[in-house]
Structures are given as C-alpha cells and as structure tokens.
C-alpha cells in the first residue's frame, strides 16, 4: 500500500511538473529534459532510496534540476506574428509617403495584415520625452509580417498571464505555438493595418487605442483583433503609444525645451501622430481619410474623450467610439490629472533617483525607469494638446467629433473589488471615502440589509463613480452640442468576463472563437449584432440599417439600447445617484 502512494505521489509530481511547463510557455527542449529528469528521479528513487532520508534527498535533487531545466528553457522572447496562419501568402506591395509595405494574407486569404509599420521615430535616447516625430524614410520595402514590441511597462513572468486566463477570464487553450515571451521596448511608436484583400476605394477606417490604465496593454489582443471588423469592408488600425513614465511623466525642464511649452502627454501626443499618419496614408490601403472613427476601452476610452477637444486632433476623425470610460464628468475619476500634480508626481520621481536633471533621467535604463509607473500613467491639462478639462471645452462648444457611440457595462467593478470584501460593517464606511457629506443620502439610495445586498450595492456604486457616471455626463454634452449621440448598455453575462469591465471588446469586434464552449449562440447573435452596429457607426455615423433592433439617439439622456440576454430599449439605472453626484461635482 505504500509503494502504491509513493507511485501516486510521484505521478501527480510529474504532472504538477509538465504542467508548470505549459503554463509558464517553457520550450520543447524543458519538456524533453523534465520527462527525461522524471524518468531517471523515479529509477534512482525506487532503486536506492532505502529510507525516508534517502527519498527526500531524491526529492531534493530532482526540484533543484526541474528549476535548472525552467531557467534553461525559458521561453525567448520573441515578436507576435500578424496571422496565425503558418507560412501566410505575401500581399501586393503598397506605397506609404515613407516607404515600401508588403504585409501578410489571414488563412481564407480575405484579410490583409500589415503589422508594425512606424508611424514616428523610435523615442529613445534623446528624444526620450520629447513629442513625437516623422518617421525615417526606408529603403526597400519593409515586410510588415510581425506586431512591433508593446511600449515599455512592467511584465511578469509567462505563468501570471496564464494564470489570469484561467481565473479570471476561465479561457485558456494548451497550445505549442505560444512558447515565447512578446517583448517590450521603448521603440514601439508602430501601428497595425487589416483591410479587406479585395478593398475598394473609400472604405470607412476605424482607429483602435487599447486600454490597460495608460500603463500596460498592447495592440494586437484577440478580442480587438481587426481581421473580423475588416471582412466587413472596413480599414482597421491599432496603435501603440508611450506608457507610464515614458508616455505621460512632467517635467519643468522638458516643458522649456519642448518649444510647445508642455510637457506630461507624450503618449497623448503619439496618440494624435498616428491619426496623422492614417490621415496621410491610409487611402493607399483603401480607406478614406475624410471617414475616420476612432474607438477605445478604457483608459483608451477616455484618451478618445481627450481627442475630442483636443486642439491639436481636430480634422483627424469624424466620430468617436467610447466603451467604458470618458473624461467629460466635472471631476474625472481616473487617467487625468492636472497640469500642478504632473510636476509634483515628476518631482518625486527625480527624488526616488537623486537626480536633478533630465539628462541625468534619460540615462536610466527604461528596465529601470519602468518601475516608476505607478506616478505617471494620467493624461494632463498641458495648455497645448489639452487646453482645459474635456467638460469645460463641451460647455464652450468645442469639439472635434461629428457623432458618438458610447456605454458602459453593467458590471464594470467587477475585477476592480475582485479581492476586496464588503459587509454592512464596512459598507458605510467604504461609501464615505467618495461621498463624504452626501454619504447619508446615497444610503438611502442603496439601504443595505444584508452582506449580501452590501456588496450588490457596493459593486454597483464603485463602477458608477469610475466609470458610468462620466457617461452620462458625456451624452448631455453631446446634447448641448447637438451632436447626435447613441448610448448602450451591456449586460451579456457568459462562461467568461461577462458584463465585467471590458467584457464588451469581444463581442464589439466579432472576435468570439468558433471552438470556445464559453459562448452559446445568444452570445455569437449578440456579437454579430454589435459588430454590425460598430462597422455602420463607422460607415455613416448612425448605428442603425434594416434588419437590425433600432437603437434612437438618445436625446433625453435616459434612453439606452441595453445589449444583453435581450436587445431592448432601456433607461439609466442610477439616475438617483447620478443627481447627488451633479450636486457634489459642480455639474451646470
């Protein structure tokens, strides 16, 4: 009976061992040295461990050689192909003002991929907080087959990404083409192109910013992947832009050689470069530069709310996309800041260094610098790319966008309070830090009984502070403007995000996987229908075509087009708090 649990025991090492592997993306080469590893273990174990002190010896020997084997098999780092296709068809070749592109077919050959095309000098060394600048021009024509390096942030190592699709997204797929590690680096100034393969003329195009805090993300995630958008007759673009500390740390110093006098919004400025270089160039592709819709998610979502009154993008789109975020409340909640706390947050970050200049910061390697990240990932009120609060520009009638598409999720919270508890014990008191005085009246709203209903409620009111309330200040701006405005509010529960915040990408762009059990054809329907709203947005700035539920502009800043088990015309479910926060942020 003991030899048997030993066999067990040593089994179930092995397993935890091969898994361990998978999970971290480690290389053929360690999965060959672990079975050889276990096999040579289980033939010494059996043969010469004569007792319990022998057995652990073993046990010892066989961990310290399994992390040898994950050092030397890490898995490399290496860029992320265009198409998942093996050996993809070369598309024509296509002339940019700055050079020849050649890209790569998707596996029906319907879809042209160009991945990484620079659309500004790689900011490092000396232009390392400097505004962006033209690209150099190319000899020869660039093969445009892999993503470029997602902008410089902080990384972890393989197995925290793969545990993150199991727990939190439930998605994960065993798979040996992925035993690698994207890279990062601060020249990562690129953009992406999926257009249809038999594209005509004036197509309409729609730019993507990813979301991630304006401090991690990356370009070229499946659920905005642009292949499905572009088989619709679209041109689709995503872009990179500084992050962090590279993209949005202030400075006095580089205010005064800037020349713009500005300083803090350098990934807000490679944000406006690459609409300029879609305006250049991407009628060569296709598309139509008098057609631009520029979408995000997020902290993508409130830099597209920054575009629209920003001096500095007006004539570069036509209308806006927003999921999940704006900064067009009085006070916005999150990725904004002012021009005062930017200097101050610059100030503190020359401290941690003991440096006193900018020539002395731009010597620290960015592996280094990365770390500051956590002071630095806010768009800021530079008096050049952003004159004044977004809300400000509205009430004065300025703004660069002709129609607007926008909501919000019903569960936006949801992986913000993932680790944080409510009770009724500290129900009052976790309410209290945003509402202060007006406390007593928001529990009046949401009067809590139980723990149960205090975490209703908490999960409610967290996502309506950071992200809804900013919404529905937006569409009575856009009705003071008279811009038309259409609102939606999704609440698609699935096997995986669900209406949590983000949960939307998938099915805004048509990227639910065909072989994924975690969607049933409820989901596929919906994606189907909201990817047709997107794309006719994109076309005419209206949502609606025949066949389609109608969604109305919603005028009367109550009527939203909710996108879930069903497609139904309803209103905004915290009109109560949304009057108490009016009152508290000064809304006019």
């Not at 997204?169 to 953009?191: G, Q």
């Not at 805004?508 to 006719?536: G, T, V």
């Amino acid at each position: 009976m003991k030899n048997v649990i030993l066999m067990i025991l040593k089994i179930i090492l092995f397993l935890l061992s091969l898994t361990f592997l998978e999970l971290n993306r480690n290389t053929i080469l360690g999965w060959i040295a672990a079975i050889v590893l276990f096999i040579i273990y289980f033939y010494l174990s059996r043969t010469y461990a004569k007792n319990i002190f022998h057995g652990f010896l073993f046990l010892l020997g066989y961990l310290l050689v399994f992390a040898l084997i994950v050092y030397i098999s890490w898995p490399p780092i290496r860029n992320v192909p265009a198409v998942t296709n093996k050996n993809p068809q070369k598309t024509e070749v296509y002339n940019t003002a700055y050079g020849q592109v050649q890209g790569v077919l998707n596996k029906d050959e319907s879809v042209e991929v160009f991945a990484g095309i620079p659309f500004a000098k790689p900011p490092i060394g000396q232009l390392r907080w400097k505004a962006p600048e033209d690209p150099e021009s190319w000899d020869g024509v660039l093969f445009a087959d892999h993503f470029a390096p997602m902008s410089m942030q902080e990384t972890s190592p393989p197995i925290y990404d793969s545990l993150t699709q199991i727990i939190g997204y439930h998605d994960y797929k065993i798979s040996l083409d992925d035993n690698y590690r994207p890279p990062v680096s601060e020249d990562s100034l690129y953009l992406n192109i999926w257009k249809p393969a038999d594209a005509s003329e004036k197509l309409p195009v729609m730019v993507y910013i990813h979301g991630g805090s304006l401090e991690s993300g990356q370009p070229w995630y499946a659920d905005y992947n642009g292949e499905k958008m572009a088989s619709k007759g679209m041109i689709f673009v995503t872009i990179t832009y500084r992050l962090g500390v590279f993209g949005f740390y202030g400075d006095e110093q580089l205010c005064k050689e800037s020349g713009n006098i500005t300083t803090g919004n350098y990934g807000f400025l490679d944000m406006i470069k690459a609409l300029e270089w879609v305006k250049e160039n991407i009628d060569v592709f296709g598309g139509d530069p008098d057609n631009i819709t520029v979408a995000g998610e997020s902290a993508g979502s409130a830099a597209v709310s920054a575009l629209c009154t920003s001096p500095l993008a007006s004539g570069l789109f036509e209308r806006v996309i927003l999921e999940s975020s704006t900064l067009d409340s009085p006070k916005p909640p999150h990725s904004y800041r002012s021009y005062e706390q930017t200097l101050e947050a610059g100030k503190k970050t020359r401290e941690n260094y003991g440096v006193n200049s900018i020539e002395e910061l731009r010597l620290i390697p960015a592996e280094e610098l990365v770390k500051q990240v956590s002071l630095h990932h806010h768009i800021t009120v530079d008096g050049y790319s952003l004159l004044e609060d977004p809300y400000l520009s509205y009430k004065k009638g300025i703004h660069n966008e002709k129609a607007i598409l926008h909501g919000y999720n019903s569960e936006e919270s949801g992986p913000f309070i993932l680790f944080s508890k409510t009770t009724l014990k500290n129900y009052e008191e976790k309410i209290s830090r945003y509402f202060g005085d007006y406390t007593g009246r928001v529990l009046e709203i949401f009067d809590a009984k139980t723990d149960e209903e205090a975490a209703k409620y908490w999960a409610q009111i967290y996502g309506d502070v950071f992200f809804t309330y900013s919404h529905y200040c937006l569409n009575r701006l856009a009705n003071e403007n008279g811009i038309p405005v259409y609102e939606y509010f999704f609440s698609k529960n699935n096997g995986r995000l669900g209406s949590w915040h983000s949960g939307e990408e998938i099915y805004a762009y048509d990227n639910i996987p065909a072989s994924s059990k975690l969607f049933d054809e409820k989901d596929r329907n919906l994606s189907k229908l909201m990817s047709s709203y997107w794309y006719e947005f994109a076309l005419k700035g209206d949502p609606n075509v025949q066949g389609l539920e109608t969604w109305p502009i919603n005028k009367d800043n109550e009527t939203l087009l909710e996108l879930g088990e069903e497609v139904r015309i309803t209103n905004e479910r915290s009109q109560k708090l949304y009057d108490i926060m009016d009152e508290m942020y000064g809304w006019k």
